[in-house]
């Protein structure tokens, strides 16, 4: 009954407007329908689900996943390329395997981040990784659109790649110009892992098949004439070639990298992780992984639950996160340390949500009882330390001239200055700071009610002061 106070509510409402003459029935059931499809009334216990989850956000949200219209006409102004990347890749490129020096393309003096350069075995210059004859997988990030991020998975091995979500198939193409050019080696594009169908992450598969097909393209060198696009069976995302679903084991790379598909429901129903392994290292040999984690989550937060379907697949994906699956390597099942576990996520939010964090978690402190740290004073001091080095990097500018050795065709000028990525994360830094990974499961609870609400637990996820972290 209480669902229907709403509804008799308006119904009271305008019947008392129309009863006064001050408007026509015509009139008020147009105004019904505009505030039902709008979706402009905020999600209560006052009225029935269906006026929730029947809105004109829905249906939007169907046409901007379509394959016809979406692509076709939302895709670009949604989702428009830029002239260069919005963030310097250099900052983010690490090895996973193989030995090598740790080298820099900046200068000593620069690199104050300490903590962030000696992730993942610490960073490295693509020339050095040429000029030393390295045999390893290598992770190389592309900033495209404003905030978003492809990645390409080198196998120096084979001298084959796979990219992951590049949807803006210009930059993507110009950046394996740019690691050929540094490394002196002719790395051939085989593969594209899509982790789901948004265009921002899918939108660029069918332009890079279309290319690798037609070798008549200028940049037709660059592919595999064979070019493979993965993608899950349940979103299908646009112009995949084979589709692939939890607990799959892939080779690509021109089988020098082992990937294992882990699925991730929430984001979109179809959501996958990619867990990405050195395929040709023996299993005593040092070994980092990488996961890439499209919009599933964020360093220091997670993606809107645009398909979630229940509060269980929620806790699924954070115990996920929480347990050894994602530290098992594809291809010789070894255990790899959380520290190891190099965390690549889809987009450029890490500094405006761990600001967001900390200005809601701002407040009373809690009280420890006989001295002894709190689950919430753990997570509290684990976000400043993360904004700390985050601001670092995002205020750290180091000109790159490579577009005078490798020029973009944009009208650009040939020098960048740009902010530099926060990426990669790693496992051991999410569980201690990533909201979703630190939330209790008594908070969780908060969300199971009668009526699930996506906007109820996502509040839930972002604003609990019950964290518990595990290290």
């Known amino acids: 009954m209480k669902q229907l106070i709403g509804p008799c509510a308006l119904a009271v409402g305008f019947s008392s407007l129309c009863f006064v003459g001050i408007t026509s029935v015509p009139s008020v059931l147009c105004a019904t329908f505009a505030l039902y499809v709008s979706g402009v009334v905020p999600e209560n216990n006052y009225f029935p689900d269906v006026w929730f989850r029947s809105n004109i956000f829905s249906g939007v949200y169907q046409l901007y996943c379509s394959h016809l219209f979406g692509y076709k006409y939302l895709r670009p102004k949604l989702h428009a390329r830029q002239p260069f990347p919005h963030s310097d890749y ?16 900046f200068p000593s003096e620069f690199a ?104 008549e393209s200028d940049d037709s060198e660059l592919m595999d004439a064979a ?21 799959d084991v892939l080779s690509v790379a021109g089988g020098g990298v082992a990937v294992s598909v882990v699925a991730s429901p929430g984001h979109t129903a179809g959501s996958v992780l990619f867990l990405v392994g050195d395929a040709l290292k023996e299993k005593d040999a040092s070994q980092r992984l990488a996961l890439f984690t499209g919009d599933c989550i964020f360093c220091g937060g997670c993606g809107a639950m645009f398909e979630v379907r229940s509060l269980d697949e929620v806790i699924q994906s954070s115990e996920l996160f929480l347990g050894q699956k994602l530290q098992i390597h594809p291809s010789n099942k070894q255990l790899v ?61 180091m000109q790159d001239d490579i577009m005078n050795a490798v020029p973009l065709e944009s009208g650009v000028e040939s020098l960048w200055s740009l902010p530099a990525c926060t990426v990669p994360s790693t496992l051991a830094i999410e569980r201690k700071t990533n909201p979703l990974l630190t939330l209790k499961r008594s908070a969780f609870e908060q969300a199971n009610t ?12 972002y604003t609990s002061n019950e964290r518990d972290i595990v290290e």
Request: aromatic share 8%; proline share 3%.
């Open 90 to 105: 250099r900052h983010g490129v690490r090895c996973l395997s193989g030995i090598h020096k740790s080298t820099s393309p």
């Open 112 to 215: 104050t981040n300490s903590e962030f350069y000696q992730r993942g075995g610490g960073l490295v210059d693509l020339r050095s990784l040429g000029e030393e004859g390295y045999d390893g997988v290598t992770i190389v990030p592309v900033p495209i659109f404003t905030d978003n991020y492809a990645y390409f998975i080198l196998s120096f091995s084979t001298k084959r790649c796979a990219v992951v979500d590049p949807a803006d198939p210009v930059l993507v193409l110009y950046m394996l110009k740019v690691i050929r050019h540094l490394t002196k080696l002719d790395f051939i594009l085989t593969d594209i892992l899509t982790t789901h169908k948004h265009w921002d992450h899918a939108g660029g598969n069918q332009e890079l098949l279309q290319q690798a097909q037609n070798r």
């Open 227 to 247: 070019l493979k696009v993965y993608g899950s069976d349940i979103d299908k995302p646009h112009a995949c070639t084979d589709y692939i679903k939890g607990g």
């Open 337 to 397: 340390s959380s520290n190891n576990v190099l965390v690549y996520v889809g987009h450029e939010y890490t500094e405006r949500l761990l600001r967001e964090l900390i200005n809601l978690q701002k407040g009373e402190e809690d009280k420890g009882t006989d001295g002894v740290e709190t689950g919430n004073q753990k997570y509290r001091k684990e976000l400043r330390i993360a904004m700390g080095l985050t601001r670092q990097l995002r205020s750290t500018f």
């Open 450 to 461: 009668d009526r699930f609400s996506t906007n109820k637990l996502q509040g839930i996820i």
